[in-house]
């Protein structure tokens, strides 16, 4: 069984942080384990500019960002696998994993890391009544059919919840020829930067209603 100080499961920004950092306090051996095709995690969705003033001390994108810590895995020579699932991660941190190349698989880590990310809140959990049609997505979901798979979700777009993400996914379907016809927000306030505001749905019309929220979706295949 192969051993490592550190195991790191999920290759976005966080998993490959705690890599670099543990590299550079002394940590000989480390794998990255990552699902996806690519390192990088959700940042690689993320095409918008406004990462790494903190780390870098410049603007950059999403992948932009990734980047330049995938760099530096590559140039510590920090180990990753790809395309790899974690099953199981016992007690005694026997770390159990699968992916087409390997099979099933089992590694013996000296501390494991969980970086594997959040998951949006789905619909169900916001108490919206109503059937489960087509053409209801999660602001991630959209931003990941958009930007990496080249599938337009919708040409007339409601969106629920004025946070930084719906902002910037309300400008990106204005650029992709979408009418998105109003953001909706529960609260008295955005939950957004300024900014965002100003960029995002100002510059472009595009109406912020704050107090309100979507009570009914119709439609049973699609909306």
């Not at 994108?61 to 180990?79: C, H, K, W």
């Not at 409601?158 to 946070?163: D, F, H, K, N, P």
Request: charged share 20%; proline share 4%; glycine share 12%.
């Amino acid at each position: 069984m192969t051993s490592y100080d550190i195991v790191i499961v999920g290759g976005g920004p966080a998993g490959l942080a705690a890599a670099v950092s543990a590299k550079k306090a002394g940590t000989d051996s480390i794998l990255i384990i990552e699902r996806d095709k690519e390192l990088g995690g959700i940042l690689n969705q993320c095409i918008h500019n406004g990462f790494g003033l903190h780390t870098f001390k410049e603007e950059l994108t999403g992948p932009e960002y990734a980047y330049r810590f995938i760099q530096q895995v590559l140039d510590l020579g920090i180990e990753y696998k790809l395309d790899t699932m974690v099953m199981d991660i016992s007690t005694d941190k026997v770390v159990t994993a699968m992916n087409r190349t390997d099979g099933m698989f089992q590694i013996k880590a000296g501390a494991v890391i969980l970086a594997m990310g959040c998951r949006e809140r789905p619909r169900g959990a916001l108490n919206i009544p109503g059937y489960r049609p087509a053409g209801i997505y999660s602001a991630g979901t959209a931003q990941r059919l958009v930007n990496m798979e080249g599938y337009m979700p919708g040409r007339e777009v409601v969106i629920l919840g004025s946070g930084d993400i719906g902002l910037i996914m309300a400008r990106r379907m204005t650029f992709e020829g979408a009418i998105v016809k109003v953001v909706a927000e529960l609260m008295p306030f955005s939950g957004g930067l300024k900014r965002n505001i100003v960029q995002c749905l100002d510059d472009y019309g595009i109406p912020l209603k704050l107090s309100h929220t979507v009570v009914d979706i119709e439609g049973k295949e699609r909306v």
